[in-house]
């Protein structure tokens, strides 16, 4: 008889966790769905989608801070305007809170990071935390709506600052990490989102259909036994693809990179030269406050749940590739509000190709590469 039992245990045990599992990808799907939702209430007030970097939340500080000198620059400086303090860095995330039902935290936000609140530290960035109450009250919130059930880290705020596994779309191109100034390839601006000041973006700016273009996919937050500087020297093999990101190359010559070299990261599902962490509240996924491209946008280069690189460090050129713990791929949605399950078997083109496009070419990274892009005149559909 118990033998029986534990025969019908260990057929019932895979169809339970497969029902269970089942059950978080379809609220994981809910939540891309709340968020995109939440981008076109914002649309439909500010006339404008969220920006990936200088967003509503630093244009709204730096209008409120009487002590910044650079409000003293002229008004068509807008990037030295919301640079000061690091402004700029606050995500598309943050922006919409007031659409997630998160008004409070977010006029919270305001509050805390006035200089002329008795909370601040005169430095308005999304990462600081080095007081109680500006901690406590709003940057380590855990929002339910920024976590994929499947990702068994998302609610872990131990490093000071509440996580976001849904990225928004920077494009089918790398992404610089800090000093976007610089980088002709953020120039080009090829995705739903970028920066505020030089390529607001609303739906009319979607050329390529809303249908057959990316909005949100999602992305695996920092495995927590590797978010310390002790950690660093762990072998790579104890790195996986999901959650982790690799170094492909030092900083280069051109900026130009082929992705290849970020594909063969992939050493049996572990990253080949993972990135030694530097601080525990560094990886992907762990600022739903911040707008660099490692903890809030993803690009639509190699298909999904392939490794995630950067040129340097988390500061270099960097490519965040969407990924997740559902079998087979991960889900998205599109910017006409509909999510939909995404292969990791999509055409991707091909990976040993240099990137050299200009906005208006289209994407060579085949049907992925395409739904990344919004205007690049390659409207197809999977």
Same mark, same amino acid.
């Given at each position: 008889?118990?033998a029986?039992?534990g025969?019908?245990?260990?057929?019932?045990?895979p169809?339970?966790?497969?029902?269970?599992?089942?059950?978080?990808?379809?609220? !994981?799907?809910?939540?891309?769905?709340?968020?995109a939702?939440? !981008?076109?209430?914002?649309?439909?007030?500010?006339?404008?989608?969220?920006?990936?970097?200088?967003?509503?939340?630093?244009?709204?500080?730096?209008?409120?801070?009487?002590?910044?000198?650079?409000?003293?620059?002229?008004?068509?400086?807008?990037?030295?305007?919301?640079?000061?303090?690091?402004?700029?860095?606050?995500?598309?995330?943050?922006?919409?809170?007031?659409?997630l039902?998160? @008004?409070?935290?977010?006029?919270?936000?305001?509050?805390?990071?006035?200089?002329?609140?008795?909370?601040?530290?005169?430095?308005?960035?999304?990462?600081?935390?080095?007081?109680?109450?500006?901690?406590?009250?709003?940057i380590?919130?855990?929002?339910?709506?920024?976590? !994929?059930?499947?990702?068994?880290?998302?609610?872990?705020?131990?490093?000071?600052?509440?996580?976001?596994?849904?990225?928004?779309?920077?494009?089918?191109?790398?992404?610089?990490?800090?000093?976007?100034?610089a980088?002709?390839?953020?120039?080009?601006?090829?995705?739903?989102?970028?920066?505020?000041?030089?390529?607001?973006?609303?739906?009319?700016?979607?050329?390529? *259909?809303?249908?057959?273009?990316?909005?949100?996919?999602?992305?695996?937050?920092?495995?927590?036994?590797?978010?310390?500087?002790?950690?660093s020297?762990?072998?790579a093999? @104890?790195?996986?693809?999901?959650?982790?990101?690799?170094?492909?190359?030092?900083?280069?010559?051109?900026?130009?990179?082929?992705?290849?070299?970020?594909?063969?990261?992939?050493?049996?599902?572990?990253?080949? @030269?993972?990135?030694?962490?530097?601080?525990?509240?560094?990886?992907?996924?762990?600022?739903? @406050?911040?707008?660099?491209?490692?903890?809030?946008?993803?690009?639509?280069?190699?298909?999904?749940?392939?490794?995630?690189?950067?040129?340097?460090?988390?500061?270099?050129?960097?490519?965040?590739?969407?990924?997740?713990?559902?079998?087979?791929?991960?889900?998205?949605?599109? !910017?006409?509000?509909?999510?939909?399950?995404?292969?990791?078997?999509?055409?991707?083109?091909?990976?040993?190709?240099?990137?050299?496009?200009?906005?208006?070419?289209?994407?060579?990274? *085949?049907?992925? *590469?395409?739904?990344?892009?919004?205007?690049?005149?390659?409207?197809k559909?999977?």
């Amino acid at each position: 008889m118990i033998a029986i039992i534990g025969v019908l245990i260990a057929l019932l045990l895979p169809a339970v966790q497969a029902a269970r599992e089942a059950a978080r990808r379809m609220q !994981c799907a809910n939540h891309l769905k709340q968020i995109a939702l939440g !981008c076109h209430n914002f649309h439909d007030t500010q006339g404008e989608l969220p920006n990936a970097t200088f967003s509503k939340v630093g244009r709204a500080l730096a209008e409120a801070d009487s002590t910044s000198s650079a409000l003293a620059i002229a008004e068509s400086s807008l990037s030295s305007r919301y640079c000061d303090k690091n402004r700029h860095r606050w995500s598309y995330f943050a922006t919409i809170l007031p659409f997630l039902e998160q @008004t409070p935290l977010y006029e919270k936000i305001l509050i805390l990071m006035n200089p002329a609140s008795p909370y601040s530290v005169n430095d308005p960035a999304p990462w600081r935390d080095t007081l109680v109450a500006y901690r406590l009250n709003a940057i380590n919130q855990i929002i339910p709506t920024a976590l !994929c059930p499947s990702d068994p880290e998302g609610r872990n705020n131990s490093h000071g600052i509440g996580r976001l596994n849904y990225y928004c779309n920077r494009g089918d191109i790398w992404t610089r990490a800090t000093n976007e100034f610089a980088d002709t390839l953020v120039s080009v601006a090829r995705g739903v989102f970028s920066r505020g000041d030089n390529f607001p973006r609303s739906f009319a700016s979607i050329t390529d *259909g809303t249908a057959n273009t990316l909005m949100f996919s999602e992305v695996v937050s920092k495995f927590s036994g590797h978010s310390t500087a002790a950690t660093s020297a762990l072998p790579a093999n @104890t790195y996986p693809i999901r959650g982790a990101i690799a170094v492909e190359a030092r900083e280069p010559v051109s900026l130009y990179i082929n992705p290849n070299a970020c594909l063969l990261q992939n050493v049996g599902g572990n990253l080949k @030269t993972p990135v030694g962490d530097v601080q525990n509240f560094m990886g992907p996924g762990m600022r739903w @406050t911040d707008g660099l491209a490692i903890y809030s946008g993803f690009s639509a280069v190699l298909p999904p749940n392939s490794p995630s690189c950067t040129t340097n460090s988390i500061e270099g050129h960097v490519m965040m590739t969407p990924n997740s713990f559902h079998s087979g791929g991960v889900s998205a949605a599109m !910017c006409d509000g509909s999510v939909r399950f995404i292969s990791q078997t999509i055409d991707a083109g091909s990976a040993n190709q240099n990137m050299s496009m200009s906005s208006s070419d289209p994407s060579p990274w *085949g049907v992925w *590469g395409a739904l990344g892009s919004l205007n690049a005149g390659e409207s197809k559909s999977f």
